[in-house]
């Protein structure tokens, strides 16, 4: 099952067995009782392992993904730092219920509605941040939870950019005072986003993570 899963280039999220805190990182290498990953960083700060060392690994996914738990048995440079992980024994199939979100700056154009063939009118505003699941924005509209909303934006993948449009609804709301006046910061949750639009989201998000903390 793991040659199925596991792939040179697969973008994984990595964390200290029993830990919460997550890092990124990618698998670089691929043998018949090990396979190597990159060193995991977040916010620029690398995960620092030992040999023994026990490392949960999640594979991210659309609806689901795999997760399972590794030992460093090796480290090496090859020229890159490389951390090297036994095999897993068991590989666990998980739904997807938390995401990675990038703070990035996106416009981002919103209208209320339940449906996308109404004449609806488009509001612009800016997101804060943006994941696989949701975004959040900023706007000087409050809209009560579970407000249903449709969002468009373009994904500025590099050479490729892609048109989003999808419905989304109200998941949050918080009040923020700024020195220009009054705004809501909401919480989006995208409904019925294509996987295909997902996985690209994804790609961004961890591709951006990346260039920022300068990971090769």
Not at 50 to 75: C, L, N, W, Y
Request: net charge neutral; hydrophobic share 40%.
């Amino acid at each position: 099952m793991s040659k199925k899963i596991l792939r040179v280039k697969l973008k994984i999220e990595v964390s200290r067995e029993g830990e919460e805190i997550l890092y990124f990182s990618s698998i670089q290498d691929f043998k018949e009782e090990y396979f190597s990953i990159s060193l995991p960083y977040r916010r620029g700060r690398p995960l620092n392992l030992r040999m023994g060392d026990r490392v949960k690994i999640t594979v991210p996914g659309d609806s689901e993904a795999f997760s399972f738990v590794s030992e460093v048995i090796g480290q090496r440079n090859d020229p890159l730092r490389l951390i090297d992980l036994a095999l897993p024994e068991r590989i666990e199939r998980i739904q997807r219920r938390h995401f990675v979100r990038l703070p990035v700056n996106i416009d981002v154009f919103f209208a209320e509605g339940e449906d996308a063939e109404e004449n609806l009118t488009y509001f612009k505003a800016a997101t804060v941040d943006l994941s696989e699941g949701g975004m959040r924005i900023r706007t000087s509209q409050n809209f009560p939870l579970e407000t249903c909303l449709w969002v468009k934006f373009t994904l500025p993948l590099e050479g490729n950019p892609v048109e989003i449009f999808t419905r989304t609804r109200v998941v949050r709301t918080v009040v923020q005072f700024l020195d220009s006046g009054k705004f809501y910061e909401t919480a989006l949750e995208f409904i019925d986003l294509p996987g295909l639009r997902r996985d690209q989201i994804f790609t961004y998000v961890f591709k951006r993570m990346i260039e920022q903390r300068q990971l090769v």
